[in-house]
């Protein structure tokens, strides 16, 4: 059973900087999809960043790209979300998810998804 556990959320002003973490375990951690996923009060859950495990292929939702950078650290079994610039409609709960490559792409919907973490706040204000 794969699980995740995310960290590093909190509150900022706009401009600001977080870096969350999303600790795997539980599985083997290369072959897989890495999600970033956020969702704001009212709002659909939506894609932010992926990443292939063990790989270098990212991806990164319009709204965050040249401010946030996926990252992962094989050894520790952990991947990154750096956000910089934050503004206030990045306010949301954010949410690591996992699933199983399969080839193409990891830029899938969120029932693609199968592993989600318990989710970390973010709140931007100005």
């Known amino acids: 059973q794969v699980q995740l556990v995310e960290t590093g959320g909190g509150s900022v002003q706009v401009g600001g900087s977080l870096r969350l973490s999303c600790a795997v375990s539980g599985s083997t951690y290369t072959g897989n999809c890495m999600g970033w996923f956020r969702q704001a009060p009212g709002k659909e859950r939506e894609r932010v960043a992926t990443?292939?495990?063990?790989?270098?292929?990212?991806s990164y939702a319009d709204s965050v790209k040249g401010r946030f950078t996926i990252s992962q650290d094989n050894g520790k079994k952990t991947v990154y979300l750096q956000m910089n610039r934050l503004k206030p409609e990045d306010t949301a709960m954010y949410y690591c998810?996992?699933?199983?490559?399969?080839?193409?792409?990891?830029?899938?919907?969120?029932?693609?998804?199968?592993?989600w973490g318990q989710g970390t706040q973010v709140t931007v204000s100005s």
């Open positions: 998810a996992a699933k199983v490559y399969y080839g193409g792409t990891c830029r899938r919907g969120v029932s693609e998804y199968k592993y």
């Open positions: 990443i292939l495990t063990g790989g270098s292929s990212t």
